[in-house]
């Protein structure tokens, strides 16, 4: 059921935010140079890596790290990049990743393939299992600002309470936390 409410909706918001989409590659494309979208490789269900794409908001040659562990993050954004990030518009061009079936609307955020810190943490606390989503309980709980600890400690508390009614919820709570732009240090 999870899966089919996935695809649907994320064929709606395509269809729904497709200027949107393309008004936000048209900026990106004369503001900055190199490619539209950037792909990164992210850790997925049962650790298995997948190609996750987002609206490019760095320049080109940033070193591929969490943006919390760059000195200085802000000087590698594009000039658009901190206006498309505290909006979360980065995150539009997940919704490939949904429709392919390599992400969910609701789930851990998908870490990065060098973040072993929280991956092992996930993998022993079962979290790996999931299918990781365009958001999370942790995810509405601070975001980038969550020590892994606690943001693990988060997914497992979603892993246990899953539901499509929690779904729902967490869903509600981050269009609330994205119209306030809470949350997002970078």
Do not use: C
Request: no cysteine.
């Amino acid at each position: 059921m999870k899966r089919f409410l996935d695809i649907m909706a994320a064929l709606v918001l395509l269809a729904v935010l497709a200027i949107p989409i393309l008004g936000i590659a048209l900026i990106i494309r004369v503001t900055s140079a190199g490619p539209v979208l950037y792909w990164s490789d992210r850790v997925g269900r049962d650790n298995v890596i997948f190609r996750m794409p987002k609206f490019r908001t760095m320049k080109v040659g940033t070193p591929p790290l969490a943006t919390h562990l760059l000195d200085n993050p802000g000087k590698y954004l594009t000039p658009v990049g901190a206006f498309l990030r505290k909006a979360s518009l980065d995150e539009l061009p997940q919704l490939w990743s949904i429709l392919v079936g390599d992400m969910s609307f609701v789930g851990p955020r998908p870490a990065l393939f060098n973040q072993h810190d929280l991956v092992e943490l996930r993998t022993r606390t079962g979290v790996h299992r999931l299918v990781p989503g365009l958001t999370g309980w942790a995810q509405i709980h601070g975001r980038d600002e969550l020590p892994i600890s606690t943001k693990v400690a988060l997914d497992v508390e979603y892993l246990e309470r899953q539901s499509v009614l929690f779904d729902l919820r967490i869903m509600a709570l981050t269009f609330v936390k994205v119209l306030a732009r809470e949350g997002v240090s970078h």
